[in-house]
């Protein structure tokens, strides 16, 4: 049975720093794409990162230069480094195996002005 269970979110002030973590089991994180999406309050859940199988990471131009993913494969872990947080990037953060149905359950990121 796949699981992913995200940890890591908080509130924080504008300009502040968290990173959220996504242990997986059930599933190989480094043979896999692995992605985080948000969903702001009131809005639909948007793409934000992927990891590839391969390394390569792709991230959405509102976050470029100030989310970083990463994993790390020991641990079946994924990472999203997240600085330079704006009151925009409030939202619940999942993560997801990119192209296949398994969602963690969130978790919440706020940040204040």
């Known amino acids: 049975q796949v699981q992913l269970v995200e940890s890591g979110g908080g509130s924080v002030q504008a300009g502040g720093s968290l990173r959220l973590s996504c242990t997986a089991s059930g599933i190989a994180v480094s043979f896999n794409p692995m992605g985080w999406y948000r969903q702001p309050p009131g809005e639909q859940r948007e793409w934000v990162a992927n990891i590839l199988d391969t390394g390569r990471t792709l991230y959405t131009d509102s976050v470029k230069g100030r989310f970083t993913i990463s994993r790390d494969n020991a641990k079946n872990t994924v990472y999203l480094q997240m600085n330079s947080l704006k009151p925009e990037d409030t939202a619940v953060y999942y993560c997801?195996?990119?192209?296949?149905?398994?969602w963690g359950q969130g978790t919440q990121v706020t940040v204040s002005s």
């Open positions: 997801h195996n990119v192209g296949g149905i398994f």
